[in-house]
């Protein structure tokens, strides 16, 4: 009898991505068959790169990733999550948390999700001590400022924020 592939889905809005989000893929792809990273249209976060410049940022950094176990696939989608792990055959959803102040939002969609679809797990990963502190917020506050950002992102990612922000 043949056994079902394990699909992940991680999902974000990548605004813009991160070497924490890189880790976390790395993490979860070693609990999965096939990870698919699920990109966010979510126009409601008002995001400072396009959904095409996100998900071409995404793409480049797992095309550079060399510690894959698993194939992970970059996706976007713009419905209900639980909808788009569904229809991707999904058995779990993979979400981060850097801080206590996570866990009381991700408690609360996860209880929320288990209603929407009680066969979709979700997977908690704690961020590293490293990358507790980064958020996609905090990179694109610091590099519009002129900050370096460049320990906390990859050079693709660096140059797409210098270009987003004139320099």
């Keep these: 009898m ?3 592939l394990r699909i992940g889905i991680y999902p974000g809005t990548f605004d813009p991505i991160t070497k924490g989000h890189l880790h976390l893929i790395r993490r979860a792809s070693k609990l999965v068959d096939h990870l698919i990273v699920g990109v966010a249209a979510n126009s409601r976060k008002q995001p400072s790169f396009t959904h095409a410049e996100r998900l071409e940022m995404v ?8 510690e894959k176990h698993c194939e992970i696939e ?45 066969d979709i797990e979700t997977v908690f990963l704690m961020a590293a001590d490293k990358w507790q502190f980064v958020s996609s917020s905090f990179v694109k506050e610091i590099s519009s400022l002129g900050g370096d950002v460049s320990d906390v992102v990859t050079p693709s990612v660096e140059a797409q924020l210098n270009k987003k922000f004139g320099r």
């Excluded at 793409?59 to 060399?66: E, G, K, V, Y």
């Excluded at 948390?97 to 288990?114: H, I």
């Design 59 to 66: 793409q480049t950094d797992l095309l550079n990733m060399h």
């Design 2 to 4: 043949k056994q079902q």
């Design 74 to 118: 970059v996706m976007s989608y713009d419905n209900l999550l639980v909808k788009f792990a569904r229809d991707m055959k999904a058995s779990c959803i993979f979400r981060g948390l850097r801080a206590v102040s996570d866990f009381d939002f991700e408690f609360q969609m996860t209880g929320m999700n288990a209603r929407l679809d009680p």
